[in-house]
C-alpha cells in the first residue's frame, strides 16, 4: 500500500519524531532515490576523464537532441521511429555525432565510452516524502543505509521496488501551502 497524508512544513517533521518514536528508528525508514547518467552528463563526465576539452565536451554534447544516446545509437524499430520523428535541423545534429563517432580521435572515444555510462548511478538522495514502516527490524525486509545528511536509515531499494516488495510506504508530504492557510 501506498497511503499520502498531506501536512504544513512544521507539522510534517512533528509526524515523522512521532512514528520513529512510535515505532522505533529500526522499523522506519526513507528511500533512497537514485540519479543515472543521462546523455549529455555522460559525454562530458566522459570528455572529462579522457582530457577532451571543455569547448569540445560541449560541442558534442550540444548534438544529442532530447533523447537517449542507445535511441540515437539504436538499431531496432523503435529507435529508428523515434528519430524519424525528429525535426530535419535535429537529424543533422544526430548524422554529425554518428559520424563523430565513427573516427579515430579522442571525441569518437568519448561518444562511444558516453554510450555505455548512460544509465548508470551517478549519484544518490533521498525520496522527499516517501517513508517505508515495517512491522518488525527493517532488515529483515530490504537493505538499509544510513542517509547522508541525518541518523536515518535509508532504503537501498527504490520507490518502485520498495513498493512492489508489499511494504508500507507512506507519503508524509510537508505542503507550504498548507502552512500559509495555517497562519493565515
Known amino acids: 500500500p501506498d497511503i499520502d497524508i498531506d501536512f504544513d512544513d512544521e507539522g510534517r517533521s512533528r509526524v515523522m519524531d512521532y512514528v520513529i518514536k512510535k515505532y ?30 571543455l569547448f569540445e565536451a560541449d560541442r558534442i554534447a550540444k548534438l544529442i ?5 542507445n535511441t540515437i545509437f539504436g538499431t531496432n524499430d523503435k529507435s529508428k521511429n523515434k528519430i524519424a520523428t525528429l525535426r530535419s535541423e ?22 562511444n565510452k558516453a554510450l555505455i555510462l548512460e544509465g ?3 549519484n544518490t538522495g533521498t525520496h522527499a516524502c516517501g517513508v517505508i514502516i515495517t512491522p518488525s527490524d527493517i532488515t529483515n525486509f530490504v537493505p538499509i543505509a544510513l ?14 521496488v ?20 495555517k497562519n493565515t
Not at 537532441?65 to 544516446?69: D, E, F, M, T, V
Not at 542517509?147 to 518502485?160: E, G, R
Not at 520498495?162 to 492557510?181: C, H, N, P, Q, R
Open 90 to 111: 535535429e537529424k543533422e545534429m544526430v548524422n554529425e555525432l554518428k559520424i563523430i563517432s565513427e573516427g579515430q580521435g579522442i571525441e569518437a572515444e568519448t561518444i
Open 147 to 160: 542517509a547522508k545528511d541525518s541518523s536515518m536509515y535509508v532504503t537501498q531499494f527504490d520507490n518502485s
Open 162 to 181: 520498495v513498493e512492489s516488495a508489499g511494504l508500507l510506504k507512506m507519503d508524509f508530504l510537508g505542503l507550504k501551502t498548507l502552512t500559509l492557510i
Open 120 to 122: 548508470s548511478v551517478r
Open 65 to 69: 537532441p532530447n533523447i537517449k544516446l
Open 24 to 53: 522505533g528508528t529500526n522499523q522506519v525508514a526513507q528511500i533512497i532515490t537514485y540519479g543515472t547518467m543521462a546523455a549529455k552528463s555522460s559525454i562530458r563526465d566522459t570528455a572529462r576523464v579522457l582530457d577532451l576539452p
